[in-house]
C-alpha cells in the first residue's frame, strides 16, 4: 500500500513491487495479471486502503493541526541483491523521507536513539522515502510530516526467518523510538496550545 498508484512512478515496479506485487522478495512469480484484474484490486485494497489512509490523517490534522506518520518496514539481504546493491553496506536502520515532508528534529532524534542502541544508520539508503496519503503528498501539505523506519531482518531473524535472541531487544529498541516521536509531539502540541 505504500506504493505510487500509477507503477511508472515507482522505482519498486520494476522488481514486480509496484502497486500490486507479480513477484516476492526472493524474486519468485507472484501472480500474473491483466488490466481488468489490476483495475478490481487498485479499485477494492489499494483506493479503500488510501482513503481511510487520508481520512484519519485529515481528522488527526483537524483535531491537532499536524500529522506524524511512522511507516515501519524491514528489509533483508536477498532483497537488496535484487536491487542491485551490496548487502555488507546496509545499516541496522534506515530511516527513510521525502524532503517535503521531512521533520529534521524527528529524524536527527531517531538516529541519535537508534545510534546509541549500538545499531548503525543512514538516511535513505538503501530505501528511500516514506509514505504521505496522496492527497496530502500531491499538495505537499507541511502540516503532514513522514517517515520510515527500516530494519535490516539479520538484527532479529535467523536464517531460516525465525526469531534470533535478539528479537525482543530490537522490538523494545523500535518501541522507544516510536515513543521518542509521540513524546515530542506531545511537547509541541502543549506549546502550541
Known amino acids: 500500500m505504500e506504493r505510487f498508484r500509477d507503477d511508472k512512478k515507482d522505482t519498486m515496479s520494476r522488481v514486480g513491487m509496484g502497486a500490486i506485487y507479480t513477484k516476492t522478495s526472493n524474486g519468485d512469480e507472484l501472480i500474473e495479471y491483466d488490466d ?3 483495475s478490481r484490486i487498485i479499485l477494492d485494497f489499494y483506493d479503500v486502503y488510501h482513503n481511510k489512509f487520508e481520512n484519519i490523517t485529515s481528522k488527526v490534522l483537524k483535531e491537532y493541526r499536524r500529522c506524524v506518520i511512522i511507516d515501519c518496514h524491514s528489509f533483508s ?3 537488496l541483491r535484487r536491487l542491485g546493491m551490496e548487502h555488507s553496506d546496509s545499516p541496522d ?8 515532508f521531512a521533520d529534521i528534529d524527528i529524524l536527527n532524534t531517531l538516529k ?4 546509541k542502541c549500538g545499531l548503525s544508520v543512514n538516511f535513505n539508503y538503501p530505501y528511500t522515502g516514506s509514505i504521505v496519503p496522496n492527497k ?7 502540516r503532514v510530516k513522514s517517515l520510515m523506519i527500516e530494519v535490516n531482518k539479520s538484527l532479529y531473524l535467523d536464517e531460516n526467518n525465525h526469531k534470533n535472541a535478539n528479537y525482543q531487544r530490537i522490538k523494545d529498541i523500535i518501541q522507544e523510538a516510536i ?3 509521540i513524546a515530542m509531539e506531545k511537547i509541541l502540541d502543549t506549546i502550541e496550545r
Open 77 to 79: 539481504a536477498e532483497l
Open 93 to 100: 536502520i534506515c530511516i527513510g523521507y521525502e524532503k517535503e
Open 136 to 142: 496530502y503528498y500531491e499538495k505537499k501539505d507541511s
Open 112 to 115: 541519535m536513539h537508534f545510534e
Open 36 to 38: 481488468t484484474y489490476r
Open 179 to 181: 515513543e521518542k516521536v
